[in-house]
């Protein structure tokens, strides 16, 4: 079983959709979990980050950690055009000290349509 | 601020050649890291450093070296490239905490 999973779509919603995108894992030592969006050809940056469990809203992006059940998701609102990327979960044991290193998931391609 | 910058953009290579890609932050991140991103595979970290001097291996390290006599940079060597390594390379810092700053990657062809 891997580490992380992530369906990687791809995912296709018109826009105004609400979006909602899942990662499960299997280490219940993660404690940090997060959210990168990567645009084609350009380098991952930060959307949203969680710590344990519940959830965490940010203007049209809501992330939500269940720990009991091993799961996390995305959820985007009222989605547009430029929210088309990759969506990559990752998580981490470590606080952020040497011992910190990301888990990734692959990555979904979603597509939102005008 | 710059932010981290990866150089080459793109590169083709024979199979058997070396070559070293770089990456630069100029934010005084203590932590780097290196990450392959193969096609639907997500991101695998190579080696990463956290501080200068100190270096470690990460998931995938066979096949590369890396190096960090400066805050700023942190090089990896890529020594008798393989097909295998054809993938696109992602440098990333990190302050204290756990935002990651990843720099816009080297495109990486091995014929």
């Known amino acids: 079983q891997k580490e992380v999973e992530q369906d990687p779509g791809p995912l296709s919603v018109p826009e105004g959709a609400i979006v909602s995108l899942n990662c499960t894992y299997s280490n219940s030592a993660f404690q940090y979990f997060m959210w990168y969006r990567q645009y084609s050809r350009k380098g991952p940056e930060l959307l949203m980050y969680?710590?344990?469990?519940g959830n965490k809203e940010d203007g049209r992006f809501t992330a939500q950690v269940d720990k009991s059940s091993k799961y996390i998701s995305l959820f985007i609102r009222d989605s547009q055009p430029s929210d088309s990327a990759t969506y990559l979960c990752a998580m981490s044991a470590g606080s952020g000290g040497s011992n910190y290193k990301l888990t990734f998931g692959k990555g979904t391609l979603l597509t939102v349509n005008p | 601020n710059a932010g981290v910058t990866q150089t080459p953009k793109f590169r083709i290579l024979k199979i058997g050649q070396s070559m070293t890609l770089q990456c630069t932050q100029d934010?005084?991140?203590?932590?780097m890291y290196w990450y392959r991103q193969d096609p639907g595979m997500g991101l695998k970290l190579i080696y990463y450093s956290v501080g200068a001097g100190i270096t470690d291996k990460g998931e995938v390290p066979n096949g590369y070296n890396v190096s960090r006599s400066t805050t700023e940079d942190f090089p990896l060597r890529l020594e008798l490239a393989a097909p295998s390594q054809t993938s696109v390379y992602f440098c990333?810092?990190?302050?204290?905490?756990?935002?990651?700053?990843f720099g816009p990657g080297t495109r990486l062809t091995v014929l």
């Open positions: 934010m005084n991140h203590n932590y």
């Open positions: 969680t710590y344990s469990s």
């Open positions: 990333a810092s990190r302050p204290p905490g756990n935002e990651q700053f």
